[in-house]
């Protein structure tokens, strides 16, 4: 994609969607932080519908420590690997309540640091929860780097630093919801409906879809 085409591709991704954020349902940091952790390799729709019932039993880390492994198991058994995340939620709650206060940390180093938190869902905090300029790149959004020709890379990783480098200083704190939502209901995976996509314009893929 060209350098000149940037601009346009986010202005009309903002025009169409002004106010972008996440699908996972939330009130809280640390419910946040739940709902992306329980997330990974599981449909937003799938956590939303586990959360509604374990958040109004447990919504902060002692709570869910209260709840015991087989009690936090029976509220997430329908996503999947369930087990482990289980695993990582409780050790993660055992490591905010001993040594940040109950509080969700507001650094890359220390959210890291929590079990069954990588670079991605740390991001995905920092950027919901703090307003931080952070780009995390899930499936979707490596595609739409990808294909778009916004930001070529062979890894996450790679693309994450290209759309940091590539994306407006005014569109990047929004960017990687913008991006997120184009690559789930628009540039998919088999097939990307360019017919009704609003930055078709601007991206590098050819040929273009047609309508069915």
């Known amino acids: 994609m060209k350098k000149e085409h940037i601009e346009p591709f986010f202005a009309a991704l903002k025009a169409a969607n002004p106010q ?17 952790l329980l997330s990974a390799q599981a449909t937003d729709v799938g956590v939303n519908k586990a959360t509604r019932k374990l958040f109004p039993v447990a919504h902060t880390p002692q709570q869910i420590l209260d709840l015991g492994l087989e009690g936090l198991e029976s509220y997430i058994k329908t996503i999947g690997l369930y087990r482990s995340k289980a695993r990582h939620l409780m050790e993660t709650c055992r490591i ?9 940390p507001r650094t890359r180093e220390a959210l890291e640091a929590l079990p069954g938190v ?8 920092l950027n919901v929860a703090f307003g931080q300029p952070t780009m995390a790149v899930d499936t979707h959004i490596f595609r739409v780097g990808n294909r778009t020709g916004l930001a070529p890379g062979k890894n996450p990783y790679e693309v994450e630093m290209q759309l940091m480098k590539r994306v407006p200083p005014a569109y990047l704190v929004d960017s990687h919801h913008w991006l997120i939502l184009l690559g789930r209901y628009v540039c998919q995976a088999r097939k990307p409906r360019c017919w009704e996509c609003r930055v078709a314009p601007w991206c590098d893929y050819q040929p273009k879809t047609l309508a069915p």
């Open 20 to 36: 972008p954020n996440t699908e996972l349902e939330y009130t809280s940091v640390f419910e946040l932080l739940t709902a992306v």
């Open 118 to 125: 990588g670079r991605k869902t740390a991001n995905v905090v």
């Open 96 to 104: 905010l309540v001993e040594r940040h206060g109950g509080e969700v």
